[in-house]
T-cell receptor, first 116, second 111 residues
């Protein structure tokens, strides 16, 4: 198991273009999260999947953002009509569910998006 | 509203100079408090989970403690390789497991 994998690592795009990021979680982790992190800040929650079901979305996730997790495996995050304010590090994390009331989340290396 | 505040924002230490990082939290029902280490340009790396007040966890030169209102990350005799941003996060909702992060403390250890 190589951990959470994210692709691409870096993406530079022109304002108004669409971009898509991919996340491959740790196998058998049924919880998957997307976070966004800007410089000097901690990660902010965007959305959460339990298997293939998207169960929670943050108010930060505007209509231009969409996330999917077909078949409960990998996930994609798409941003349509990118704006300069979308420039950030997009982080994916996964965790198992279990009998404990808390579970550790493991993060990928992130995708750094720069909108020019 | 659930909130996490870390202090200081930045900390410079000489190699071997011990210190502590603070994480204060306000949460309706704490399900877990997490410490992560983040190197520049990389994703957060899990360090510790603390669940109940009085709990302590140790890993090499790091020791995390938890009270009802805050957590401390104690760094004993730090080395330059301990330089990183340390993030604290709380989990209030066990149904989703989502985390609320503080802004982080950037630690620089000089040789």
């Amino acid at each position: 198991d190589t951990g959470v994998s994210q692709n691409p690592r870096h993406k530079i795009t022109k304002r108004g273009q669409n971009v898509t990021f991919r996340c491959d979680p740790i196998s058998e982790h049924n919880r998957l999260y997307w976070y966004r992190q800007t410089l000097g800040q901690g990660p902010e929650f965007l959305t959460y999947f339990q298997n293939e079901a998207q169960l929670e979305k943050s108010r930060l996730l505007s209509d231009r953002f969409s996330a999917e997790r077909p078949k409960g495996s990998f996930s994609t995050l798409e941003i349509q009509r990118t704006e300069q304010g979308d420039s950030a590090m997009y982080l994916c994390a996964s965790s198992p569910t279990g009998a404990r009331t808390y579970t550790e989340a493991f993060f990928g290396q992130g995708t750094r998006l720069t909108v020019v | 509203e659930d909130q996490v505040t870390q202090s200081p924002e930045a900390l410079r230490l000489q190699e071997g100079e011990s210190s502590s990082l603070n994480c204060s939290y306000t949460v309706s029902g704490l399900r877990g408090l997490f410490w992560y280490r983040q190197d520049p340009g990389k994703g957060p790396e899990f360090l510790f989970t603390l669940y109940s007040a009085g709990e302590e966890k140790e890993k090499e030169r790091l020791k995390a403690t938890l009270t009802k209102k805050e957590s401390f990350l104690h760094i004993t005799a730090p080395k330059p390789e301990d330089s990183a941003t340390y993030l604290c996060a709380v989990q209030a909702d066990s149904n989703t497991g989502k985390l609320i992060f503080g802004q982080g403390t950037t630690l620089q250890v000089k040789p």
